[in-house]
């Protein structure tokens, strides 16, 4: 299906961009999906319950996010409203 998805600078008509936001949202499901079918791994590997939650981890996971360097239009960081929905 994406092979005809637009990049978002090539769009010209409602149709493309609604296309290539339900490409993205496939896409980010996708890979949510493979993200908890790995914490399920870590939840059966773990000894104990207890172990399950490593707050060092989880903290080191979102330090690697946050400094990954992302440029964002200053109009997309706005909370999320009607311009999220295409």
Known sequence: MTENILDPADCSTMAE???GVD???RRIVTLLQRRFG???AAARIKP???AVR???R???VLAK???REVVVEPATTMPM???AVA
């Open 48 to 50: 104990d319950r207890s």
């Open 58 to 60: 989880k903290a080191d």
């Open 65 to 67: 996010v946050m400094g």
């Open 17 to 19: 961009v609604r296309a």
């Open 54 to 56: 490593d707050e060092w």
């Open 81 to 83: 409203g009607p311009r």
């Open 38 to 40: 790995y914490m399920n």
């Open 23 to 25: 490409d993205v949202d």
